[in-house]
């Protein structure tokens, strides 16, 4: 089993804003220990979602599908685009706010293999060449896939007691990029995504 004894706490949620939360999980390491086995990265780019923000799944509206956004900070919020990827984001601020943190990319630490074989086993059947580690976890869907992620398992869970959790970053410093969010209509001139500057895991 996988050491979890640097497991954020609760506390760590609860003590930022959503744009200041999205740049501190930059450095942190998502460990998830599954039945398969464990596998883990480092978040090297975020993307925040606030509230009064029209990109945001909560915006004017609280849904079933975004009931998780709105529970304690450190929930997990999983959700499904295009109606075959799936994503990752962290809640933030306080319960009842709808507001999340969105996990961009990781570069891949421990278990790459099980990674891997995740990645191959997501896809078409045909000839199919190999994942490389920095294409493993290189977008949202992606690093959902590598890393065993399933909305039907962990969506409205807690970071702080499930089986998926994140350790804190090993820098305390980090040169961080500021940008606009990718793939959005609405919102997007709003400066709301992070990643780790030249950092090559971080997706396109």
């Known amino acids: 089993m996988h050491q979890e004894e640097n497991r954020l706490p609760l506390s760590f949620y609860e003590a930022y804003d959503t744009r200041s939360l999205a740049q501190k999980l930059l450095g942190c390491e998502l460990v998830h220990n599954s039945p398969d086995g464990t596998t883990s990265g480092i978040i090297v780019e975020t993307e925040a979602y606030l509230q009064d923000d029209p990109a945001c799944h909560a915006y004017q509206k609280r849904t079933i599908r975004t009931e998780p956004m709105y529970g304690a900070p450190g929930t997990i919020y999983v959700y499904l685009i295009y109606g075959m990827y799936q994503c990752f984001n962290v809640v933030s601020r306080e319960e009842g706010c709808g507001e999340a943190v969105l996990v961009r990319a ?34 949202p869907g992606k690093l959902v896939l590598a890393m065993g992620i399933d909305r039907a398992i962990h969506n409205g869970l807690s970071l702080t007691d499930s089986d998926l959790y994140l350790k804190p970053s090993l820098q305390d410093i980090l040169e961080v990029d500021v940008s606009k969010r990718i793939g959005i209509t609405q919102g997007a001139d709003l400066l709301y995504r992070y990643s780790i500057r030249n950092n090559p895991f971080v997706s396109k």
Not at 119 to 131: D, E, T, Y
């Open 106 to 139: 990781l570069e891949p630490k421990e278990g790459m293999e099980l990674m891997e074989i995740r990645r191959q086993n997501s896809r078409k059947v045909g000839l199919q060449k190999p994942v490389s580690p920095r294409e493993l976890c290189r977008g």
